[in-house]
Every structure is written in C-alpha cells, then in structure tokens.
C-alpha cells in the first residue's frame, strides 16, 4: 500500500547523491518545478557499501520467499508505537482501508502537489519499453501503474501483431499458441498489486472513468486454505481461479503474467502480500514499489520478493520518503511533517490518527544508505540512490544480476 507524498514545499531546492556499487548508472536529466529550481541536481558520491553474494533462495526455482532476519514473533515498530509482529499487517491494511476514497485527494492537499513531479521522473528513469511487462507493487490506486503503461504505449507500435478473428479462424492449435506467444513478447502489460482490496477498488475504478481501461475485476490469487476450502460448497472465497503453475507446496497461487494478459490485457489489479508475491519467478521486466516500502512488515523479505519475480538483468525501483539533507529544511520538514499534515487529515476527511502513522512511519525508515545496504544484501547489483526534494524522497533504483 502505497503511502502519502509530503512535503514542505513546492519549490524546494534538491540534490541528488548517488550511491554506486559495480556498473554506473547514467545520470537522468534534471527536471524543473514551476519555479524554474531543479527538482535533482547531480552530485555524485561513491559509497563502500557492504558486499553480499544472494543465497540459493533467490533461485527462480525457490518456491518460496528466503528466510528473513526480520523476525514473526516479537515486537515491531507501528509508527511510535511498538506492537507485536503479528498484529502490524492488520493495523496497516486498516490505515488504508479508511483513507483509501480520499487518498489522491489527501496527496495532493499534503504534497501541495509536488508528489506529481516525483512520479513524472520516477517514470522517466524507468523509460519503459513498448513491450514491458511491469509489475508495481503496492500500488494502490493506481497512480503509477497508469503511469507507466501510458508511457509504454506512446512508443507502442500499432496493434498489428495482434491475432484477428479471422486469422484465429483458420489457425491450428500450435499456430494459435504461438501467434499467442508473439503477440505477448511484443505487448506492453502493467499489473498493480496491493494487499489492500479498498485501495484496488478505487484503482479500478480510475482506469475505467480517468483512462478508459477496462482492467475486469480484482484478482485475488488462491492461497492453500482458500484453495482447500474451495470444495466446500458453502466457502464465500471470492478468488479468482485464473492459471496458474503453482505447486503444492506454496503457501499462494502463483499466477502467469502471460496467462494473465490473455485473460484481461494489458492492465490487470491483483491482490497480493509484497512478502509472498502471488506471480511466477522471473515473470517482470521491472518492478517499482513507491511510498509502500515502508509499511511492509518484514521488509527483506519483500525485497527478497522482489528478486525472485524479476527477470535477470530486471530494474528494481523503490521511491521512499527518507532523510532530509539540506541543513534548515529537515526542521521545517519535520514540522510541517508533525504537526499540519495529521491536521489537514482531520480537516478534509476527519481522520487525524491514519495520517499521523504515516508521518511516524516516514520518521521510523531506515536512512538511504541502509535501504541501499538491504537492496544489496537481497542480491542486487548496480544500487543506486537518487534523493529528491533535498532527501525528503530517495530513488534506489538496481538490477536482477543477469
């Protein structure tokens, strides 16, 4: 679940620092605010960030996420607030659950509207491909999984490629297959996945009303219990039984994303923990996670997620709010952090203490070196970090070692 963009204004001053571990990363071009100031200046900074080789876990071929540092049982940050490991997921999916009509509203009234440039460059880094195969994970509402799909289609080549009615008709079945694959390999598809159905829902209606797609219904991928009690005529489980090559041994259906274009297109919303990806190894060209990150309970694991589902030599892109850097700016951030934006939470939708967990939440992340350390320590190369807005946001952006 993606989380809301702060910040304390819409014309500050920004530097970038990148953090580089192997191959350079090409510097993007700076943007600019309607102010004419930079939203990135390059200052480039070489980090001796600690080594780490991936285990066996990060193996297409492991049917299940590696074992975590992060404990199950225990206690956990929550905000300031400590709770016990097992109970955050829930008081999370609850936050989002009663902000989730009135998110993209709530973004721009706190980030006074800066969060849109944030997205542009995120997405500008990315330059997706015409054929891409994205996954965006907490995605929500959809912001930058339209995003990038738009970006796809406009150096997309006319739908030439795709099988007609009447081609389909005189095909056998191989030919079809493989037509089917062509057309796949060729086509741009984008999946957003959130464990938050409420802020899928809201998604899927944006794609129909804002951008004319027609995503179908949410997918919610079959986990061992819902698929057992799917022979008992009285379950209520509202799973969607699309393919899938999933084993006995998961613990969640793990669908096709090429079945899964067949099925609805292009777009597609699926339900599903960023801790136990409900898609098959190596299945995406790039993944992005942008203000979801940090309410993950155990956040290795996710990126350990991450890892399995990229294809090698896939981009991996996480947009974090982190440590201001600019001396002056962290006070009035942090300011304007506790003390207006849980207010204009009461304000506009009467709900001051959703908004105040996502301010103690920023507070509780770890700083852009350290995430730049577990991006690693996952098994990325190439890590790289990017700070907006003086560090109020960080770009780490890596790659799945090819």
Known sequence: MRSMGVSASASVLATSAHIKSHAPIPIPRTIHTASSMPLS??????????????????????SSPSASSDSDVGSIDFGFRRVPVSEKQ?????????????????????SMGVHRLWKHHLVQRLQPAANVKHLDVAGGTGDIGFRILRAAEQ?????????????????????????????????????ICDINANMLQVGIERARQQYG????PLITPLT??????????????????LPSSSSSSSSVERLSASRLYAARGSLSFVEGNAELLPFEDSSFDSYTIVFGLRNVTHRDRALAEAYRVLKPGGRFMCMEFSRVLLPGLDALYA????????????????????????????????????????????????????????????????????
């Not at 829930?90 to 706190?110: C, E, I, K, Q, T």
């Not at 797609?213 to 179908?216: A, D, F, K, L, M």
């Not at 819902?226 to 509202?238: E, I, L, N, V």
Request: charged content about 20%; aromatic content about 8%; hydrophobic content about 35%.
């Open 335 to 402: 300011a304007y952090s506790q003390h207006i934006i849980p207010q204009i939470g009461h304000v506009l939708v009467n709900d001051r203490d959703s908004y105040q967990y996502l301010v103690e939440s920023i507070a509780r992340f770890p700083d852009q070196r350290t995430l730049a350390g577990m991006v690693r320590h996952a098994g990325f190369q190439a890590v790289n970090v990017e700070n907006l807005s003086g560090g109020i946001v960080a770009i780490h952006s890596a790659f799945k070692q090819k």
């Open 41 to 62: 200046t390059q200052a480039s900074v070489t980090s001796p960030l600690p080594s780490s080789t991936p285990s066996s876990s990060f193996s297409s071929s492991s």
């Open 90 to 110: 829930g008081l999370v999916h609850s936050v989002f659950a009663r902000v989730a009509r009135s998110y993209d509203v709530m973004n721009d009234a706190m």
């Open 224 to 241: 061992t219990t819902a698929a057992a009690s799917m022979s008992d005529p009285s379950s209520s489980s509202h799973a969607v039984p």
């Open 155 to 191: 150096t997309r080549m006319p739908d030439a490629y795709k099988i007609t009615k009447q081609k389909k008709q005189v095909m056998t079945h191989d030919e079809e297959r493989i037509e089917a694959e062509r057309e796949y390999e060729q086509a741009c598809q984008v999946i």
């Open 213 to 216: 797609y027609e995503p179908g």
